[in-house]
C-alpha cells in the first residue's frame, strides 16, 4: 500500500509527463490538422489541465489504494 505522500508524487510525475506530451501535441500536432496554437495557448492550456489531473490522478489513486480485497 503506498503512503499519501508517495500516491502525490506518483500523481505529479504523470501530471508533468503528460502535460510535456499534451504541450508538444497542442503545439506541433495540432497546426497539421489545421489548428494553429501560439506558445502561449498552449501554456494555459496546459497548466489548466495540470491542476485537473493532478487532483483526478491523486483522488483515483487513494480510491483504489483504499479498496478492500
Do not use: D, W
Request: hydrophobic share 50%; net charge positive.
Amino acid at each position: 500500500m503506498q503512503s499519501k505522500k508517495h500516491s502525490a508524487y506518483e500523481a505529479l510525475t504523470n501530471t508533468v509527463l503528460g502535460t510535456a506530451i499534451g504541450f508538444c501535441i497542442v503545439y506541433f500536432i495540432f497546426p497539421m490538422m489545421g489548428v494553429c496554437t501560439t506558445v502561449s495557448q498552449a501554456l494555459t492550456a496546459n497548466v489548466m489541465f495540470i491542476v485537473a489531473s493532478t487532483v483526478r490522478s491523486y483522488v483515483v489513486r487513494r480510491f483504489f489504494n483504499g479498496l478492500k480485497t
